[in-house]
């Protein structure tokens, strides 16, 4: 639809004020309607010019869009504006992402959010994130403007218990916290965004995502969140946590763009408890919730894959390890895991001890010790290759516990490293914790043949 000059002035005046008139205010908008060469040429000039600031922009779009919904020639025409205005792009990148803030949030005020207006919206500013670095400042002055009226998305994002989760919108809600956060500082993503309280406050404090759609209670979120500060972002590379029996489907479905991993977790209740025979039947009985376990293993499979591509000479000291462990089950630190599974998935060695690590660190060190005397160092081994592979090629470690709340507490721990410069990278000679240095002395292939405690 075109409006004539005196309506779109007329609409203009329910704009709240800004540095520019409603008359100049009017032009614009009919230039944006008509797009011809003069309207083009007069929206050039205007876009140029530093003195229209992003607010400015953010309102007269605002006006625009309670007629149409955010157009693609229109960002386009914006962005390709931008890319050639050469010493003028600053405002011209601001204005872009005024329009890109407006549409936004005319997409979230509606009753059901447009989707493809989101869609299109966040997709393009992904573009500009990884395409024009310098531009950067400008977008997220343009994109703070949100501020001014923050996108309303946490009914999209916390459904009411009796009812099944809204795939589409939800997935919409969830991108835009994706998408926008690279934008902003953490603490000030709440500015801009209404999300759930225990959503924001887990990205916040770990910078990763979790979306639960309401179902995890506020014990379940601490648990998670220990879980994530013991373990923080560094060490793997998981940005986004993921509920699907509550969301309503796994990120394969979901089609969520994200830098980094996803995490897919079950949600169990925080009193259900893991059996306390089952970890350190030798050394005395331990327990956890089972959601918690869950999560540790899930994400030390990541933290393997984010250290292994670091530090590949850990995957070979895991291999070596497995080799020489064979089909000895007193091998193992985990009582009721058969050998074989090990032998078929590798990988699972290092998340399934590390569980054991999680639980009690200094009780796993008291199995690895019981099983020297009987079957050789495979166990102790095992977990000074955890110990390495958790301290990111430091000189501490993080030692850890559960408590029966799922509360992950955290110490650090220091290395002996074999500092010899032809052995950098070789496996470590020791680890000091509760109070004791654990040293273990190798044979030629690196195995452990020794040990002392002090």
């Known amino acids: 639809m075109r409006y004539g000059l005196c309506a779109i002035a007329l609409i203009g005046c329910s704009v709240a004020a800004a540095s520019w008139s ?41 006006v625009l869009f309670e007629n149409e919904p955010p157009s693609e020639g229109i960002l386009r025409f914006l962005a390709t504006q931008a890319q050639t205005a050469g010493d003028d792009a600053q405002p011209v990148w601001r204005a872009t992402a005024a329009y890109v803030a407006a549409g936004l949030q005319a997409a979230f005020m509606q009753e059901t959010p447009h989707i493809p207006s989101v869609d299109m919206l966040l997709a393009w500013l992904e573009q500009q994130r990884s395409g024009f670095a310098s531009a950067d400042t400008a977008l997220r002055e343009g994109l703070a403007t949100l501020a ?16 099944e989760p809204m795939l589409p919108e939800a997935r919409a809600a969830m991108q835009t916290c994706l998408t926008l956060a690279r934008f902003i500082p953490a603490e000030k993503l709440n500015g801009w965004l209404q999300m759930p309280n225990e959503v ?19 014990t379940h979120w601490a648990s998670l969140r220990s879980l994530f500060q013991a373990l923080p972002a560094g ?14 489907a796994e990120n394969d479905e979901l089609g969520l763009r994200h830098p980094g991993a996803v995490l897919h977790l079950p949600i169990e209740p925080m009193s259900l408890m893991s059996d306390p025979e089952a970890f350190f039947p030798s050394v005395g009985p331990q327990s ?77 060190f008291e199995v690895g010790a019981q099983r020297f005397s009987t079957q050789g160092g495979a166990v102790l081994d095992t977990l000074l290759l955890l110990a390495d592979m958790l301290s990111d090629g430091d000189v501490t470690t993080p030692v850890l516990s559960i408590a029966n709340n799922g509360l992950v507490r955290v110490q650090r721990a220091s290395l002996v490293r074999d500092t010899a410069a032809e052995n950098q990278g070789a496996p470590l000679r020791g680890i000091t914790l509760a109070g004791h240095t654990w040293r273990v002395e190798r044979n030629s292939f690196g195995e452990v043949v020794n040990y002392s405690s002090d």
């Open 200 to 218: 924001y406050r887990f990205f916040s404090e770990t910078y990763v995502f979790a979306f639960d759609n309401g179902a995890l209670t506020s």
């Open 235 to 248: 060490l793997h590379d998981v940005r986004l946590v993921l509920f699907p029996e509550s969301v309503g």
């Open 288 to 364: 956890a919730p089972s959601f918690t376990l869950h999560a540790v293993e899930a994400l030390l499979y990541e933290v393997q894959q984010t250290q292994f591509t670091k530090r590949p000479q850990l995957a070979a000291q895991r291999n070596a390890i497995l080799q020489a462990a064979g089909e000895n089950p007193g091998c193992y630190a985990r009582p009721f895991v058969p050998p074989s599974h090990y032998l078929q998935q590798p990988d699972s060695l290092l998340p399934l001890t590390g569980v054991l690590w999680a639980l009690n660190t200094p009780k796993a």
């Open 22 to 62: 409603t008359y100049d205010q009017g032009r614009v908008l009919e230039a944006f309607q008509k797009q011809d060469a003069a309207s083009m040429a007069f929206l050039t000039r205007q876009l140029k010019d530093a003195s229209h600031t992003a607010v400015d922009w953010r309102d007269c779009f605002a």
């Open 148 to 163: 001014k009226e923050p996108l309303p998305l946490t009914r999209w994002l916390s459904a009411p218990p009796d009812q």
